[in-house]
């Protein structure tokens, strides 16, 4: 019964759609809505299946650091990634923790000072914050792309798994132009990965990066345009200087949006006090009473071979909840799930290897 309500809710609100352009599906991939998204997944690729799907599981940080019941939350995570992934055409887990299964500590960001991961009200508001500027794209009349040509450009060799980084607030200062800050990170990525084990240090197969608010920037000053080609001084031209001096083998797509995010109750004040009510950073902190109402973003949605270890770890949590026979199904189930996502770090594994060795040619 609750599945035909679900499915007949679906298609009312697709036929009421003038250019259906897929599914964006947000859910708890840790608990047993995992199952129930799988199920939709499945339903709707059926009845849509030219549709792309792109499927976010919102991972919130376990309560418990070391125990079984972190073990047993990702192996249910495991089980509705493994199960989700032939039905969708992109999947981006997105969570502030830096590791599935062992205890580490999570996520930290530059000019969040106030961040308390441990708050389900404050990590909800930075993922949320990230998918919103990375679906932009997906969402406006002008400067826009489809699902179907996100999906195509992003998922090559069957690896649907993607990373989402993001750089929230993204910096902008008083005294320093964006060329400058960029150029100070050298090899350094600006943003901070939102994927468990996923550290940003090998350089992606194919990236998207979405900006917004960096043209309230200074973008280059008089004495560095020196430094680029001629004319090249525009904020698309310097990002996709530094985009392709930090990736150089990896295709870059580039969107950027005027205007800034907007905060507003109820999102969380958790910026830093060196940011004034603008977002910008300053010498001087800002004043307990005064809360921050603008900041620039920017996120990377990035097709990377990191994502081995994550699938790794997920199948590792699978592994222990076989051992510890833990999981409400049967072993065979269980199985055929573990042997997905050992075929998902396959993916990555090979790419890896075979860039390894061409480069060695």
Known sequence: MVQDDVDERIRYFAEECDHLQGFQVLFDPCGGFGGVTAKMATTMTDDYSKKAIFAIPCIATC?????????????????SIATLYESCSMIAPISVDSAVVTSALPRRFDYLDYFDPSKDYHSSAILAAAFNVASLPLRCRSNATTL?????????????LLTISCAFPFPRFEDRSL?????SLEDRQPWT???????????????HVV???????????????????YGCWKLEDVLRQYLGDVFPSC???????????????????LFSRKLNRDGIVTQSDRDDATGVRHVA????????DEMAAYANSLADAIKYSLRAKDLCLEDDVVREHLETLVNIAS???????????????
């Open 297 to 304: 973003a920017a996120v990377a949605l990035q097709n990377s």
């Open 211 to 229: 900006c917004k608010g960096l043209t309230s920037f200074q973008i280059v000053s008089e004495l560095e345009k020196r430094e680029l080609p």
């Open 63 to 79: 309560p418990d650091t070391v125990g079984v019941a972190r073990k047993t939350w990702h192996s249910n995570c495991a089980l």
């Open 148 to 160: 179907s040509e996100m999906s195509s450009a992003l998922t090559v060799f069957d690896r649907k």
């Open 347 to 361: 993916y990555y594994q090979s790419w890896s290897g075979s860039s390894s060795a061409s480069d060695s040619d």
């Open 251 to 269: 295709p870059n797509m580039l969107h950027s949006f005027d205007s800034l995010c907007h905060i507003e109750s109820p999102f969380p004040q």
């Open 179 to 183: 060329f400058a800050y960029l150029k």
């Open 193 to 207: 990965p939102l994927v468990p084990n996923a550290s940003n240090v090998k350089i992606p197969v194919v990236q």
